[in-house]
């Protein structure tokens, strides 16, 4: 009887009368996800796609495992059942209401219907020094597969949750059991959003069965340019805004932003096919002609010359709230009369 094998990055079912010492792949480290990328600790390979970290070889040969790792154990939460002391728990907040620059205040706000220019570029030397780098290793002897060419033995499925590799062509034969949805970490929970089977244990994540059945995908279909989140952040000075995109290999011929003096359109195209788009109406006003966008290996720092030397309560312009009309008033106070 088969049962299955527990080595991480493994997922496979195995005889356990049969089991030499090199029958598994595995990996002996555990998941790494940082700055969107995504490996093992015990091998070097990275990616940003969570099918092919799932897809990744193993870099040790041992034998199979059958037994299941323990689930870990969740802390116990003691409740006193007073009401005084669960309130004393809670996390404080003082909630801070904050408004935009009034036209009567400093300076007129100007039109958002302002023509658009698009801000300088400066490309440092390290984007230059990487993109030439992946430039070399495109025209590198080992060139994807294309449409026609035969897959190769060995070829893991590129379906979520497949752990299945090709053995010939009688596996294009096999029924491939697999997840229509996309992974989700939430509050140290792990599932697919197709089935919802929760667990806090990563291994028993990769071992959960797939709930959809059809053929195996052993290419990728390639979508062009994906728009994806990208993380950013900002800060200020006296004189400046800073904003920070932290898109890596950004090509600089692709990403521009545009923008007059109070709203952005921000547009960076990275990593070969990603697409990020933001759109800001800003809180301040800035000077267009001061302003550049510094692009990096790493990241894109957006600066902004301030018009007016003041202080932003925040980058983006809250939306306005139009007070309520007078008849919403007084039926408000007609139903607390009642």
């Known amino acids: 009887m088969s049962v299955l094998c527990y080595n991480k990055g493994c997922g496979q079912r195995f005889d356990p009368e049969n089991n030499p010492e090199d029958a598994c792949t595995y990996h002996p480290g555990v998941p790494v996800f940082h700055d969107a990328l995504k490996g093992w600790s015990c091998c070097k390979r990275r990616t940003t796609d969570f099918s092919d970290f799932l897809s990744i070889a193993g870099c040790t040969k041992g034998p ?3 037994e299941k790792p323990p689930e870990p154990v969740k802390p116990e939460v003691k409740s006193s059942g007073e009401k005084k002391d669960v309130d004393g728990l809670k996390p404080k907040c003082i909630e801070s209401i904050v408004q935009a620059p009034k ?3 400093c300076f007129r706000r100007p039109s958002p219907d302002e023509p658009i220019s698009r801000l300088q570029q400066k490309v440092s030397a390290s984007l230059k020094q990487a993109l030439e780098k992946l430039k070399l290793s495109e025209n590198a002897p080992d060139k994807k597969e294309e449409e026609g060419d035969e897959i190769k033995i060995g070829t893991s499925c590129k379906n979520g949750g497949c752990t299945k590799t090709c053995s010939g062509p009688e596996s294009d034969e096999e029924v ?7 992974p989700i970490f939430h509050e140290g929970m792990k599932y697919w959003s197709c089935c919802k089977r ?6 028993t994540f990769l071992s959960q069965e797939g709930c959809s059945k059809g053929k195996h995908l052993w290419r990728k279909k ?8 990208c993380r950013f952040d900002w800060h200020q000075t006296g004189s400046q805004v800073i904003i920070t995109v932290y898109a890596k290999n950004s090509i600089p011929e692709l990403s521009y932003v ?3 003096s109070t709203t952005l359109d921000i547009h960076i195209i990275f990593d070969g096919d990603k697409e990020f788009e933001q759109k800001i109406i800003l809180w301040g006003v800035i000077d267009m002609s001061k302003s550049t966008m510094n692009m990096m290996a790493a990241k894109i720092e957006i600066v902004l010359k301030k018009a007016e030397p003041v202080s932003w309560g925040r980058l983006d312009l809250p939306p306005v709230t139009s007070p309520p009309k007078e008849t919403e008033k007084k039926k408000e106070s007609d139903s607390d009369d009642d």
């Not at 929760?198 to 291994?203: G, I, M, P, Q, R």
């Not at 390639?222 to 989140?229: A, H, I, Q, T």
């Open 64 to 66: 199979h495992n059958k």
């Open 103 to 105: 036209p009567a205040e």
């Open 176 to 182: 491939c059991s697999f997840h229509a949805g996309v």
């Open 198 to 203: 929760k667990t806090s244990d990563f291994n």
């Open 222 to 229: 390639d979508l062009g340019k994906k728009v994806v989140p």
């Open 258 to 260: 545009d923008g007059n």
